[in-house]
């Protein structure tokens, strides 16, 4: 079945960095785009980023443009959120989802904070 596994979450200091992971399985990743979500506390889970089957297209939030960078690896099955600059309001629990896909993951948190 479809499944989304994030990790590489944690606490870090405003101005850090962090890099996230997602390992997708259960369908043909490399005929999909893929997005990263994040959640903040009492908040709706909003969009980040996404990036095309190719890799060669990318979009992003306008809160995290200039500072995140997606990427993926068709041949591991695994898209990348690399975070600069992180500021508290990036605090939240981040997810990664396939394009036209309904399954989430268990997401992975990010907290920045001094």
């Known amino acids: 079945q479809v499944q989304f596994v994030e990790s590489g979450g944690g606490l870090v200091q405003p101005g850090g960095s962090l890099r996230l992971s997602c390992t997708a399985s259960?369908?043909?990743?490399?005929?999909?785009?893929m997005k990263w979500y994040r959640q903040a506390p009492g908040k709706e889970r909003e969009f980040v980023a996404r990036i095309d089957p190719t890799g060669r297209r990318k979009n992003y939030a306008d809160s995290v443009q200039g500072r995140f960078i997606i990427s993926r690896d068709n041949a591991k099955k695994m898209i990348f959120l690399q975070m600069n600059n992180l500021k508290s309001e990036d605090t939240a629990v981040y997810y990664c989802?396939?394009?036209?896909?309904?399954?989430w993951g268990q997401g992975t948190q990010v907290t920045v904070d001094s």
């Open positions: 989802r396939g394009d036209q896909f309904t399954t």
């Open positions: 259960g369908f043909n990743f490399g005929a999909f785009a």
